[in-house]
């Protein structure tokens, strides 16, 4: 039977964009359809066929949720758990996703987790063992199994599908690739930032001594044979909020080479899956440390994953 989106669909594979798009229009704000929801608020949250708008996104992804969209119901409930551009209610979040449980394995196996977490009323950890100090000279730490075997699984499952190399664009904005990092790389943004990873990332917030919103986005990192990341700084020139510290989090063993080295400090960590390396990236004048150079080594053999949090001096989270 046709719908209504299929005739947006066809509108928009004929070129009659403008026509497509009102008719998606009407078809979310009359008759509350859930196809024409969901990709609305896609196209605010992405920008592109509208005008960027996140907050208006957000919105549409509730009524999209309403609606019944399976993935408006799970962006709606990301949303809802780590408050980015709108209200947080973790306690909502929670029982949402105990209700989409059924909706996918990576929604059932969120909800395993956070069974498993001890946290508190907001979703922050109860408690954590206290880090290694493996350096004198730089505030560096290793957290040993912050992180369990499965919520390490969960991390590796949530990224698999979302890798992509590493680029940078040039004075002329042509896409180049990285010339200091080589793997592939999987962020895992506010969007898909499911309940459970969000409890991750507020424990490498207590890990650090930072708040959550201090963080940027998960990275999780690919590195095959022969790739590497070269020595470099974490904290960037010119950022009015500096990138001040660093987690890694390691998320696998089975491969040889890999480790994360400190020239200058002689230095070099290999951590076992699911410990977690900190260190302090900026001077008491918020310059980069000269100490905080590191280097992912290249990797001999198999394949290393490893997730990187780089945390702000301030709130880095849109509101």
């Known amino acids: ?32 359809d859930p196809d024409a929801l969901i990709t609305l608020a896609d196209f605010y949250w992405r920008g592109g066929p509208v005008e960027q708008n996140p907050k208006k996104a957000r919105d549409m992804f509730r009524l999209a949720a309403e609606a019944g969209h399976p993935h408006g119901r799970m962006f709606h409930t990301n949303l809802l758990a780590n408050g980015v551009f709108g ?18 394995p990576d929604r059932n196996r969120a909800v395993r987790l956070l069974d498993a977490m001890d946290l508190d ?53 042509r896409e180049t690739p990285h010339p200091l990092r080589s793997s592939d790389g999987a962020p895992i943004h506010w969007l898909i930032e499911d309940p459970a990873i969000q409890a991750l990332n507020r424990r490498l917030a207590t ?28 904290a960037l020139p010119g950022l009015d909020n500096q990138r001040v510290v660093t987690a890694l989090v390691y998320l696998n063993g089975g491969y040889e080479g890999g480790e994360t080295a400190f020239p ?3 230095l070099a960590v290999k951590g076992r899956p699911g410990d977690v390396l900190t260190f302090r990236n900026t001077a008491a004048d918020g310059s980069a440390d000269p100490l905080s150079e590191h280097a992912g080594l290249p990797v001999t053999s198999g394949v290393k994953y490893l997730a990187s949090r780089w945390i702000r001096g301030q709130s880095h989270m849109p509101v």
């Open 121 to 173: 009323d907001e979703g922050d950890p109860q408690g954590l063992p206290e880090g290694d100090r493996m350096s004198s000279d730089l505030d560096v730490r290793l957290f040993r199994a912050l992180l369990t075997p499965d919520e390490c699984a969960h991390l590796l499952a949530t990224a698999e599908p979302r890798y992509m190399r590493s680029t940078i664009h040039d004075s002329r904005g």
């Open 264 to 266: 200058k400090l002689g």
């Open 207 to 234: 890990a650090t001594g930072t708040e959550y919103r201090q963080g940027e986005p998960l990275l999780v990192l690919r590195y095959a044979p022969g790739q590497e990341y070269r020595r470099h700084f974490d």
């Open 1 to 32: 039977m046709t719908t209504g989106f299929d005739e947006v669909r066809r509108l928009a594979e004929a070129g009659r964009l403008a026509e497509s798009l009102s008719l998606m229009h009407r078809l979310a704000e009359q008759d509350r």
């Open 87 to 104: 209200e947080r209610n973790w306690r909502e979040a929670r029982e949402r996703l105990v209700g989409e449980a059924s909706l996918s």
